[in-house]
């Protein structure tokens, strides 16, 4: 089960990122400074494994293409103990599916 969310700045990084390791999570070295490079447009948060990782706009590519809209930073940050903390995947796909509804309505 992963979690995949597009960031939309540093700061946003920067503080997601604080938040998982003050939560026990192995975050990847140098995520902001690959962020301002571009080399990143967002990150997958692996709750079994407890890691956290960039991902780049290929990767969230293939993800849109196939319908399955990456959360955002908001997502996250606002339901944190439901997708985090429980590990709710269930949710999370709920979240794609009313993202996916509103854009088509």
Do not use: W
């Not at 992963?2 to 998982?20: G, M, R």
């Not at 955002?72 to 995947?89: A, T, W």
């Amino acid at each position: 089960m992963q979690y995949n969310a597009a960031i939309s700045s540093v700061d946003e990084l920067k503080t997601l990122t604080h938040l998982l390791r003050k939560d026990g999570f192995d975050v990847t070295k140098g995520l902001p400074e690959y962020y301002r490079k571009k080399k990143i447009v967002g990150i997958c948060i692996d709750p079994d494994k407890n890691k956290v990782y960039g991902v780049n706009s290929m990767i969230m590519a293939c993800l849109c293409s196939v319908r399955r809209n990456p959360v955002y930073y908001k997502d996250i940050m606002d339901n944190y103990d439901r997708l985090i903390k429980e590990k709710n995947f269930d949710y999370y796909l709920e979240i794609i599916e009313k993202r996916r509804n509103a854009k088509n309505a």
